[in-house]
């Protein structure tokens, strides 16, 4: 999901826009169709974290959105069961990006343009060196003047100075098949729900692939060497209770279902920056479950802070600083 009115944080605002452009300017170098642009809706009880903090986003930062009471949710999205009281905000720009597709053109460009790309590689460990850093990989060694870990879930283990800051979770995603209404849940936007403390989010029917919905943060944690990739029972049960309360048409046959990690901070925000003490060592754990949307732009940011060690970007909330040394 890529949106602007984000209620995690008002200052994403100026990276999401960015981001939102460099996604365009990928399509049209690329001749893909990556973003898929259906509107975003984010609903909730008044003064929740979820509607308020989208709110305080779109108002901070002048972005295009209605603010809907429950009868107009139910006008509007009638495929949802709406409670009394709650309210809904709704953006134009937002809709849904298509990852695999993302990766694989971002990873083609990226060769066209002098990167060298290695996959089965391990890295079992970097060093600093006179001249920069060493990185040890199963197949050999590699000296660079900068180095910059982008490691996912295995980011504790390759920049220990940060792994007491980082926990790793499992996440399930679910797709399920309407049982009835498909041409209207195809109409959809995409959706992010805070119901009581648990948010929820979801994608419109996308042709061959049903209705994804997934829970945010069940707290589930994991390694990412041993991490169970079998979803169960209990797994399926905790979303599609969910998806009965709030939208029981989607609660139909289950189509697929993937098992993802995310790389939590203490406040859910992301690290993009040098990594204490180390100058010629850049960092990005773009992360706690909501960075892949940004993943254009924190390239950029990347790119900058090599080159230059320093970035137009607002990237100072952001600081490894902020936990690392308190």
């Given amino acids: 999901i890529i949106r602007l009115s984000y209620y995690e944080h008002p200052d994403y605002v100026p990276l999401l826009r960015r981001a939102w452009t460099l996604w365009r300017e990928l399509e049209r170098a690329s001749g893909e169709k990556l973003l898929t642009e259906t509107g975003g809706l984010y609903a909730g009880a008044p003064g929740g974290e979820l509607v308020a903090g989208a709110l305080e986003s779109a108002r901070r930062h002048d972005l295009q959105h209605d603010l809907l009471d429950a009868a107009a949710l139910r006008r509007r999205y009638p495929l949802f069961e709406w409670p009394d009281g709650w309210q809904g905000v709704f953006e134009r720009q937002a809709g849904w990006l298509a990852p695999e597709r993302s990766i694989e053109t971002q990873l083609r460009l990226a060769e066209q343009n002098g990167a060298t790309l290695r996959f089965a590689e391990p890295i079992e460990r970097w060093t600093s060196t006179a001249e920069g850093v060493r990185v040890v990989t199963a197949n050999g060694s590699f000296d660079a003047k900068q180095l910059v870990i982008a490691a996912g879930a295995w980011m504790p283990q390759l920049a220990p100075e940060l792994a007491p800051e980082l926990s790793i979770e499992r996440s399930v995603l679910f797709w399920f098949e309407p049982t009835a209404e498909r041409d209207a849940f195809a109409r959809l936007p995409i959706y992010i729900v805070q119901d009581t ?5 979801g994608f419109p029917y996308i042709e061959g692939q049903g209705v ?3 829970g945010l ?3 589930d944690p994991a390694d990412p060497d041993t991490v169970d990739r079998t979803v169960s029972a209990g797994d399926e049960e905790r979303v599609r209770a969910w998806v009965r309360r709030r939208m029981p048409l989607a ?12 790389t939590n901070t203490p406040d859910a925000h992301f690290i993009v920056d040098h990594l204490p003490d180390h100058s010629n060592v850049v960092v990005a754990s773009a992360c706690s479950g909501h960075g892949f949307k940004f993943s254009s732009v924190i390239g950029e940011i990347l790119a900058d802070l090599v080159l230059t060690g320093e970035t137009r970007h607002p990237i100072g909330f952001l600081s490894a600083k902020r936990l690392v040394h308190g």
Wanted: net charge positive.
């Fill in 197 to 201: 403390d648990r948010i929820f989010y």
């Fill in 217 to 219: 943060h069940f707290g």
């Fill in 251 to 262: 609660n139909g046959e289950r189509r697929d279902a993937k098992v993802c990690m995310y």
């Fill in 212 to 214: 994804k919905v997934a």
